[in-house]
């Protein structure tokens, strides 16, 4: 053995080290430059230094579907038959970065579209009717448009807390029902076929309210003191070519008999009637609770405290015309209701954990003033909810399942 030298410098990657892209320049006959130090700020630099000439470097916008090695084995290739050709390239055979989706035939209105649909498209018909067998599907779909005919614009959250639906049927069950509003005042909830919510001011009290949990010193707690947890952390998350997915809601033949399949029997149906759904908290408010996420999509009827709805009916019989902004609400209705959503939250808060408020510039940190009571019976109820699989926030997932 020779011993050529001594390694001072040793680089591991977490992802595969043949996709890491270096800053090296490449020029005839004088073998390659490394652009380290050229491109790397390492203090605060004058404008000359964004000018400079370099050469460009731009990634490729994916270098394989993994990230990560896999073994292979040195398995030999693929032999295949003399005569075998390749088969042509098309969007058939492209590897892409997931399975294609299904098409669940939802129709998405924005809120410039003229018209509204009055029926839902065919194909949605012909997809429920194929898969809806038995009578607990058709009870499903009779409380769904009993719903709808009560308030004709729902989130898919409210709809599963108020019937028992497997979440895979629920995807084809709503668009046979409603369509889907993607941008304005009601932005990721269903209406039902033919209401048009712009042209009526009824609609005010079923707009959408993007909530979320305000948190920093000035509010006397930080991210990690706070009891709703995040759904997600910055530490631990997937990009979309890597391989750890979400893995699909199994179907057991437990299921089968319970609504997923031709037949049932009427006591098992019984003892799963309220298998699928959520608990209210996941599209209500009520002063005293905490919300079971830092980020909530609210309607506003469903607001329940006297004073919020008195925000929401300030201008009731006054409405004059309705905008992609605030609906038929008066301008900054939005920012009203969250400042005294928020104050509610601070107190509840403060009522779950009294230390964070303890010390005078954590009690003074804000400049708001509390003046609403809390509910320590329903803090103590909804401190157990554990979120279902299926209670995932609308905005952010809900338009991937139809798209």
Not at 9 to 36: C, N, R
Request: proline residues 7%.
């Amino acid at each position: 053995m020779e011993i050529l030298g001594i390694v001072s410098t040793i680089y591991k990657f977490q992802g595969m080290s043949d996709f890491q892209y270096l800053a090296i320049h490449t020029e005839a006959g004088s073998g390659h430059t490394s652009m380290y130090d050229k491109v790397l700020m390492l203090k605060p630099e004058k404008e000359a230094f964004f000018h400079q000439e370099l050469p460009l470097y731009i990634p490729p916008p994916i270098f394989s579907r993994l990230d990560t090695p896999v073994d292979y084995y040195y398995r030999p290739e693929t032999q295949h038959r003399e005569g075998y050709n390749n088969p042509p390239i098309s969007g058939e055979n492209l590897i892409g970065l997931s399975r294609a989706r299904r098409p669940h035939n939802a129709i998405f209105v924005n809120f410039e579209d003229d018209e509204v649909p009055v029926q839902p498209l065919e194909a949605a018909v012909q997809t429920w009717r194929r898969i809806c067998t038995n009578p607990l599907d058709r009870k499903v779909e009779e409380e769904l448009r009993a719903l709808f005919n009560i308030r004709p614009i729902w989130s898919r959250n409210a709809v599963k807390a108020n019937i028992s639906v497997h979440p895979d049927k629920l995807k084809v069950l709503l668009p046979f029902m409603a369509y889907y509003m993607i941008t304005g005042p009601w932005r990721s909830l269903w209406v039902r076929y033919g209401y048009d919510p712009r042209k009526n001011p009824d609609a005010k009290i079923y707009q959408v309210l993007d909530f979320r949990i305000r948190c920093g010193m000035k509010y006397g707690y930080i991210p990690s003191d706070m009891p709703v947890k995040a759904k997600r952390s910055t530490y631990n998350y997937s990009l979309p070519i890597t391989i750890k997915k979400m893995p699909s809601q199994l179907v057991t033949m437990h299921d089968l008999k319970q609504g997923l399949g031709p037949s049932g029997t009427a006591g098992a149906r019984k003892s799963t009637f309220n298998r699928y759904k959520l608990k209210d908290s996941v599209y209500i408010f009520r002063e005293g609770a905490l919300p079971p996420y830092r980020q909530m999509f609210y309607q506003l009827c469903d607001l329940n405290v006297d004073e919020l709805q008195k925000i929401i009916h300030r201008n009731d019989g006054a409405e004059e015309s309705c905008t992609e902004r605030d609906g038929w609400c008066l301008p900054k209705t939005s920012d009203s209701l969250r400042n005294a959503m928020s104050l509610m939250i601070r107190q509840t808060i403060r009522s779950k954990r009294p230390a964070l408020f303890s010390s005078p510039a954590k009690a003074d940190g804000g400049k708001e003033q509390l003046t609403y009571e809390s509910g320590e019976d329903e803090e103590e109820e909804e401190e157990d909810f554990k979120p279902s699989d299926g209670s995932e926030n609308e905005m952010e997932t809900e338009m991937l399942d139809y798209v």
